[in-house]
């Protein structure tokens, strides 16, 4: 079982920066490997991928949409994900969710992962 908190959420202008950070419970990062993801939900939009990476951190991806602009990072000492966004924008106003899938291969399919977090707030105004 594996526990996911998120949290660094907030209300910003556009151009603004955050970073998200996402606990992870020590069960799941003292006994196997994890490749860890970010996903969004929009206003009336289904829900959406962001970032992956994987248990060494040396392969990531991103969607489209955020290349750029954000970067995922985790720190596996810390049992903590991270997601530094810049340059945001009104479109990147979602709930953010970080997910965890027990694999060494990252994927951007949110039926891969098996555990995820409450989610945290992001709200940018124009």
């Known amino acids: 079982q594996v526990q996911l908190v998120e949290s660094g959420g907030g209300l910003v202008q556009a151009g603004d920066s955050l970073r998200l950070s996402c606990a992870a419970s020590e069960r799941a990062f003292g006994t196997y490997t994890y490749a860890l993801g970010w996903f969004r939900q929009r206003p009336g939009n289904k829900r959406e991928f962001v970032a992956t990476?994987?248990?060494?951190?040396?392969?990531?991806d991103y969607a489209d949409s955020v290349k750029g602009r954000f970067t995922i990072s985790r720190v596996n000492v810390k049992k903590t994900l991270y997601l530094q966004m810049n340059d945001l924008k009104p479109e990147d106003t979602a709930v953010y969710c970080c997910?965890?899938?027990?694999?060494?291969?990252?994927?951007?399919?949110?039926?891969?992962?098996?555990?995820w977090g409450q989610g945290t707030q992001v709200t940018v105004s124009s």
């Open positions: 997910a965890a899938r027990r694999s060494v291969v990252v994927s951007t399919r949110d039926a891969d992962y098996q555990y």
């Open positions: 990476i994987d248990w060494t951190g040396g392969n990531r």
